[in-house]
């Protein structure tokens, strides 16, 4: 078994299970020779119930699920090419596959004696409309590997208490191919007895401005690649950090638990030792009054 084989049985595994079958997962990496999966298997998350129902929806309807991100597809192209028809042909159907990935996470929570409080069908709800709006977190919902619900909040996507989610955020790439597509456009429907009586000051004036817009631009990705770039390297050591505190907290968890076996038995000695001490003073007071009478 590897890491990807031992977290899928992980998050398959009933919620009531999750810390346990960890454990015993880890415990199987690590005498497998794995000790770098075992510990990112320490470091994975207890899902939440709205995180576990969309891992149930993802394992249970994978091809729903594919629709669900073909139909997202379909969106960002329409949202690309600033078809508003297509959008509105397609809002329809998005409320339609949503109702119906509902309904049956409800069924399929109700087979497993889990009861989807209406709190958490919202929560699977928004988690299956930010698979469909951001691709990242499409995937991450295929990968049924989710720890916490996950919302679309138009900038990116968040998780249950409102942080980034692991997920990449959205970028501008779309709004930028589309302001491309509008240049191109206009420039095709210039007239080309136009084009050859614009003057060449005012060609040179505009293709300057051109390539002054094209290095600013160029600059902003640059810093924005390097922004990404430093928040991938501070989230990445993040995670190790969290993976090492959860492995000293795992092992603290097991030195507790024989520190208090230990407590347990000695009390149990304890008790008994000063049984037996009661005992043989009551034995020593009784041999003294016998020596006494003789």
């Known amino acids: 078994m590897d890491f990807d084989e031992a977290a899928d049985a992980l998050y398959a595994a009933p919620s009531a299970d999750f810390i346990s079958r960890r454990n015993e997962l880890a415990k199987e990496l690590k005498a497998s020779g794995d000790q770098l999966g075992s510990t990112r298997l320490k470091a994975l998350r207890k899902p939440t119930v709205a995180a576990w129902l969309a891992n149930l ?10 629709d669900l ?9 329409a949202t690309a090419d600033l078809d508003g028809e297509k959008l509105r042909g397609l809002t329809p159907r998005r409320h339609k596959l949503l109702d119906q990935l509902s309904k049956s996470a409800a069924g399929l929570a109700e087979r497993e004696g889990q009861k989807v409080s209406a709190d958490v069908g919202q929560k699977l709800r928004e988690t299956l409309d930010a698979a469909l709006v951001d691709p990242a977190a499409g995937d991450a919902v295929r990968e049924a590997r989710l720890s916490s ?11 249950e208490s409102g942080e980034p989610s ?5 970028t501008d790439e779309r709004r930028q191919r589309a ?23 005012a060609k040179a004036k505009r293709e300057k401005a051109e390539r002054e817009q094209e290095e600013r631009e160029a600059a902003e ?8 770039d430093d928040a ?8 190790e950090t969290v993976a090492g505190l959860d492995t000293q907290l ?17 009390g149990e000695e304890l008790d008994v030792a000063r049984k037996n001490a009661r005992t043989a003073q009551k034995d020593s007071r009784e041999a003294r009054k016998r020596y006494n009478r003789l």
Request: hydrophobic share 45%; charged share 35%.
């Open 57 to 66: 929806v993802a394992r249970e309807l994978p091809d729903d699920i594919d």
């Open 69 to 77: 991100l073909a139909l997202g597809d379909e969106f960002r192209q």
């Open 149 to 159: 619900a996950l919302r679309h909040v138009g900038f990116g996507v968040v998780d």
């Open 166 to 170: 692991n997920v990449t955020p959205l």
């Open 179 to 201: 302001q491309d597509r509008r240049r191109a456009k206009s420039a095709a429907v210039v007239p080309e007895a136009e084009e050859d009586a614009e003057s060449a000051a």
């Open 221 to 228: 990705k640059t810093a924005a690649k390097k922004e990404l």
């Open 232 to 239: 991938v390297a501070a989230a990445e050591a993040a995670e």
């Open 250 to 266: 795992s092992d603290a968890r097991d030195a507790l638990a024989e520190a208090q076996e230990t407590v347990h038995r000695i």
